[in-house]
T-cell receptor
Framework: AQSVTQLGSHVSVSEGALVLLRCNYS??????LFWYVQYPNQGLQLLLK??????LVKGINGFEAEFKKSETSFHLTKPSAHMSDAAEYFC?????????????FGTGTQLKVEL | DAGVIQSPRHEVTEMGQEVTLRCKPI?????LFWYRQTMMRGLELLIY????????DSGMPEDRFSAKMPNASFSTLKIQPSEPRDSAVYFC?????????FGPGTRLTVL
């Protein structure tokens, strides 16, 4: 069975500060990992994904994440926060194509960006 | 590309009524997923289809829920009869290769 744990349901940063959103996963097979962003009253938008290629993955809007197998982590970072980054962020895991790409989501982290 | 299309965007109904949610996946995507999002339970996978065939419906909460995919470009999720605890945002997603693309969701309120 696969699972995702997102530490911190709410994270607050100042504009221009580093953003770090934490995600740890559990999977019985090599995982595929995803970060999605959800703005208010909208659907989920893919930020980036790891599918067993490069361990450092770059996504849209300046976000990136690093797959660390030894730590079973896939933390999301952005060097400098912008007001427009305020949203809810979801980490998700699937057990690769063999798992039918069923996604298991974390509980989400609400990011607040302050002036 | 128009993305995944869902209708209606908002639905308000009374307990006991039938509700039908609709989804048009992105053309060429051969997998379709229905999710439900609530504050209490987060994002839950209800059912998914590959090539119009239901593969896993273990997330469907009970017999009041049913889903169909009569062709590659259309799917429905039906709740009959609806109950207040069904109030949630329902998302449809379609998949290409390894990635699921989500629609804007239908916000369902059952009074």
């Amino acid at each position: 069975a696969q699972s995702v744990t997102q530490l911190g349901s709410h994270v607050s940063v100042s504009e221009g500060a580093l953003v770090l959103l934490r995600c740890n996963y559990s999977s019985s097979v090599p995982p595929y990992l995803f970060w999605y962003v959800q703005y208010p009253n909208q659907g989920l938008q893919l930020l980036l994904k790891y599918t067993s290629a490069a361990t450092l993955v770059k996504g849209i809007n300046g976000f990136e994440a690093e797959f660390k197998k030894s730590e079973t982590s896939f933390h999301l970072t952005k060097p400098s926060a912008h007001m427009s980054d305020a949203a809810e962020y979801f980490c998700a895991v699937s057990e690769g194509r063999g798992g039918g790409n069923k996604l298991t989501f974390g509980t989400g982290t609400q990011l607040k960006v302050e002036l | 590309d128009a993305g995944v299309i869902q209708s209606p965007r908002h639905e308000v109904t009374e307990m006991g009524q039938e509700v039908t949610l609709r989804c048009k996946p992105i053309s060429g995507h051969n997998s379709l997923f229905w999710y439900r999002q609530t504050m209490m339970r987060g994002l839950e996978l209800l059912i998914y289809f590959n090539n119009n065939v239901p593969i896993d419906d273990s997330g469907m909460p009970e017999d009041r829920f049913s889903a169909k995919m009569p062709n590659a470009s259309f799917s429905t999720l039906k709740i009959q009869p609806s109950e207040p605890r069904d109030s949630a945002v329902y998302f449809c997603a379609s998949r290409s290769l390894d990635t699921q693309y989500f629609g804007p969701g239908t916000r369902l309120t059952v009074l």
